[in-house]
């Protein structure tokens, strides 16, 4: 997995289709816990995320920017769907509680309601 978010360049170029701008994480880890996904996403938020400094957020035009990131094959800048810090240290507490869950060694699949009848070929 990994993660893109806009930089300084990204003003101009997201927007007509420049290739190299924005800063990617490649190689981000998936782990049972998922801490150390959460404090990378956490720093890159709130550390290297341009996606508020561009003109479309400024004047409330954001949904051009998701547009744009499906126009031109980019992934949703993280500022969409973790908005802020308070947002991750709410994704870290939900990420801790669900962790502590005990699933059962065994899940068995539902049964199905509907009966399964063969016709022969013709």
Request: net charge neutral; aromatic share 6%.
């Amino acid at each position: 997995m990994q993660l893109w978010a806009p930089d300084e360049q990204s003003e101009h170029d997201l927007f007509s289709g420049g290739q190299l701008h924005g800063i990617t994480i490649p190689d981000l880890p998936i782990t049972h816990d998922g801490k150390e996904l959460l404090e990378i996403l956490t720093v890159v938020v709130s550390d290297h995320d341009k996606t508020n400094e561009l003109s479309t957020m400024k004047h409330g035009i954001y949904p051009l920017i998701l547009l744009a990131c499906r126009h031109y094959n980019f992934p949703v800048p993280p500022t969409f769907w973790i908005p802020s810090e308070l947002c991750a240290k709410f994704l870290k507490s939900c990420i801790k509680s669900l962790a502590s869950i005990q699933l059962p060694a065994q899940v068995t699949p539902a049964k199905s309601r509907h009966k399964k009848t063969a016709k022969p070929l013709a």
